[in-house]
């Protein structure tokens, strides 16, 4: 896929950027040089490559990093909602902005 010059029109139009002669230039060039990067990556074979959930676990074993998820605070709800002018169920109430 290549941009040309009245897609960088377009899509500044879009933005709602000026942009001068030499920026619309500059634009053209580096969109252009991420959508080479991209169709390079898409020219690679990655049949049978399972993907990764976090890019570390290519290198060593994450799981053994993580630690386990457990509450290590007391609940103090109650004492934080003290202070609140309005709480009903365990939940602030606020007054309402958006009609």
Known sequence: MSLTSSD???IANLARLELQ?????????QL???FG????????????VQPLAHPVA???DIT?????????E?????????SAPAVERGLFLV???IE
């Open 8 to 10: 960088i029109a377009r």
């Open 21 to 29: 002669p030499d920026e619309s230039e500059r634009m053209l060039t």
């Open 32 to 34: 252009n040089g991420f």
């Open 37 to 48: 990067i991209v169709e390079a990556m898409r020219a690679v074979d990655t049949t049978g």
């Open 58 to 60: 290519a290198i060593q």
């Open 64 to 72: 053994l990093r993580l630690r386990d998820d457990a509450v290590s």
């Open 74 to 82: 007391p609940d103090n709800r109650e004492a934080n909602q003290r």
């Open 95 to 97: 007054p309402k902005v």
